[in-house]
């Protein structure tokens, strides 16, 4: 089956341009997470979601990023008003988050936003 | 707060030899450990994945232990291959919450 897909694959915004990414998930899954990945670092944890509750936004960098997942399915993530530090890769992942699938997360490509 | 450190942080090797990978996480309250594999530019592959009361897991060359009460995992790949060329990271999965922390990475070349 499909895996996890993200659009777009690159971003190039100007400063203080608002900008969207989109992370569709694996059919069925319930838990989708998003993660920054500066250049040459692992990823840091944004935002989780089960179904379409926001159950943990710890990770969000700053009010300027905003994650929203309305029918529990398609989740869409939304930095307002970039900056240089934002350019970063956002990766999506889905999951069946249960203790049968041992909790598995699933990856899509990532999005590369750079932010000039 | 969770902390994960991977070392080393790069990795050169000739081609056909054993290597371990190690991961150490400061919380031992975990669901599960996971190794993934990046290549450049791309997103990230899962290689094997270990709850929290097992203690290793094999997939072809590569197994993986864990040593929850330690805060300790590595990643063995047998007979290296230049394919195996990438960057590998692991990620532990917290209780409470499901906030997944990662480490860095290990960047491995296997020379031809």
């Known amino acids: 089956g499909a895996g996890v897909s993200q659009s777009p694959r690159y971003k190039v915004a100007k400063r203080g341009q608002d900008v969207a990414l989109r992370c569709d998930p694996i059919?069925?899954?319930?838990?989708l997470f998003w993660y920054q990945q500066a250049l040459g670092q692992g990823p840091e944890f944004l935002t989780y979601?089960?179904?379409?509750?926001?159950?943990?936004k710890s990770g969000l960098p700053s009010d300027r990023f905003f994650a929203e997942r309305p029918e529990g399915s398609v989740s869409t993530l939304k930095i307002q008003r970039t900056q240089q530090e934002d350019s970063a890769v956002y990766l999506c992942?889905?999951?069946?988050?249960?203790?049968?699938?041992?909790?598995?997360?699933?990856f899509g490509p990532g999005t590369r936003l750079t932010v000039t | 707060k969770q902390e994960v450190t991977q070392i080393p942080a790069a990795l050169s090797v000739p081609e056909g030899e054993n290597l371990v990978l190690n991961c150490s996480f400061t919380?031992?309250?975990?669901?599960?450990l996971q190794w993934f594999r990046q290549d450049p530019g791309k997103g990230l592959t899962s290689l094997l994945l270990?709850?929290?009361?097992?203690r290793e897991q094999t997939s072809g060359r590569l197994n993986a232990s864990l040593d929850k009460s330690s805060g300790r995992s590595t990643l063995y790949i047998a007979a290296s291959q230049p394919g195996d060329s990438a960057t590998y990271l692991c990620?532990?999965?917290?209780?409470?919450?499901?906030?997944?922390?990662f480490g860095a990475g290990t960047r491995l070349f296997v020379k031809a």
């Open positions: 992942a889905s999951s069946l988050m249960t203790s049968r699938d041992s909790y598995e997360q699933y």
């Open positions: 059919s069925g899954h319930v838990s």
């Open positions: 979601f089960q179904n379409e509750a926001q159950l943990d």
């Open positions: 919380d031992s309250a975990i669901y599960n």
């Open positions: 270990i709850q929290s009361s097992q």
């Open positions: 990620a532990v999965l917290n209780t409470g919450g499901f906030k997944t922390i």
